[in-house]
């Protein structure tokens, strides 16, 4: 059972760059599959990136080009650096790992925002 903590979400402007981080306490080195997830108020959950132990990634068509996922195994960390942020990338961000048992973890707000 892995649960990530999440980390790095804040207030940003239309175009500005965060980067979101979720840490696990334990090593994640042999997690297959580890994805993003954003919820936006009223809406359902939904898939933004992942990537697998092998270092290949996806991403969700309206995050091309704009996200990068990538992973830190010796840090036991994942992270998501978004770029040119959009009015609706405002959620909040999630971490689940492919893992019989993982859990949801707290996530962390992103606002974009002028």
């Known amino acids: 059972q892995v649960q990530f903590l999440e980390s790095g979400g804040g207030l940003v402007q239309p175009g500005g760059s965060l980067r979101l981080s979720c840490a696990a306490p334990?090593?994640?080195?042999?997690?297959?599959?580890i994805a993003w997830y954003r919820q936006a108020l009223g809406k359902e959950r939904e898939f933004v990136a992942g990537i697998f132990s092998v270092g290949n990634v996806t991403y969700e068509d309206s995050v091309k080009g704009r996200f990068t996922i990538s992973r830190d195994n010796a840090k036991n960390t994942v992270y998501l650096q978004m770029n040119s942020l959009k009015h609706e990338d405002t959620a909040t961000y999630y971490c689940?790992?492919?893992?019989?048992?993982?859990?949801w973890g707290p996530g962390t707000q992103v606002t974009v925002s002028s």
């Open positions: 334990e090593s994640i080195s042999s997690i297959y599959y």
């Open positions: 689940l790992a492919a893992r019989p048992g993982s859990t």
